[in-house]
């Protein structure tokens, strides 16, 4: 597809277990991000990888979360032991390489809507 | 740190007429960018408009502009014409030129146009 493309877009699931989500960016877009928003509430970074570079992790809220990029394509944000705090919608984005000067845009996916019951 | 503040949590303006959206920020940096998000009920978030703080000159795309006050720390979005399409949160964000790639964004303010 021409977009970045997310699934599942909706997911329920208990408190405890444990949920995959993944994230297919645009073909050649060596910059992937993810977000969450909470309800109400601004995107929250959370991860960002480029190329082979080592993830900028700095906004993972705790060990339970953790992502994966696999080919330096598709990520997979892992969440364990689900807590009901961390229904959200989780939002991937993918860009072009970062470079000195100039921005390369970051285009969105539609999110997975996360319900912890 | 740096930080996005957007005041409004909702805006509502008659269809045709001009609104203008708030937002504010702090950094330390002295080279950044500044954008406009659209989200609509699709969740997708959709590049509205994008400031370089290294120009002076306000961006414009079509019936958007921003208010970009440096000193000030200041970005407002002016959205002229209104259209029930433009209907939608909108998200101010910040990113530095040179570091780290992350978006740092508001709160958001809910617009709501008036037929």
């Known amino acids: 597809g021409a977009g970045v493309s997310q699934s599942p877009s909706n997911k329920v699931t208990e408190k405890g277990k444990d949920v995959e989500l993944r994230c297919d960016p645009i073909s050649g877009h060596t910059a992937l991000y993810w977000y969450r928003q909470s309800l109400g509430q601004g995107l929250e970074f959370l991860i960002y990888f480029q190329g082979n570079s080592a993830p900028d992790k700095s906004g993972l809220p705790s060990d339970r979360f953790s992502a994966e990029r696999t080919g330096g394509s598709v990520s997979t944000l892992t969440i364990q032991r689900t807590q009901q705090e961390d229904s959200a919608v989780y939002l991937c984005a993918s860009s072009l390489a970062p470079r000195d000067r100039g921005d390369q845009p970051q285009h969105f996916g539609d999110g997975t809507r996360l319900s912890i019951l | ?115």
């Open chain 2, 1 to 115: 740190a740096q930080t996005v503040t957007q005041s409004q949590p909702e805006m509502s303006v008659q269809e045709a007429e001009t609104v203008t959206l708030s937002c504010t920020y702090d950094t330390s940096e002295s080279d950044y960018y500044l954008f406009w998000y659209k989200q609509p009920p699709s969740r997708q978030m959709i590049l509205v408009i994008r400031q370089e703080a290294y120009k002076q000159q306000n961006a414009t795309e079509n019936r958007f502009s921003v208010n970009f006050q440096k000193a000030a720390k200041s970005f407002s979005l002016k959205i002229s014409d209104s259209q029930l399409g433009d209907a939608a949160m909108y998200f101010c964000a910040y990113r530095v030129i040179q570091g780290a790639q992350k978006l740092v964004f508001g709160q958001g303010t809910r617009l709501t146009i008036n037929p």
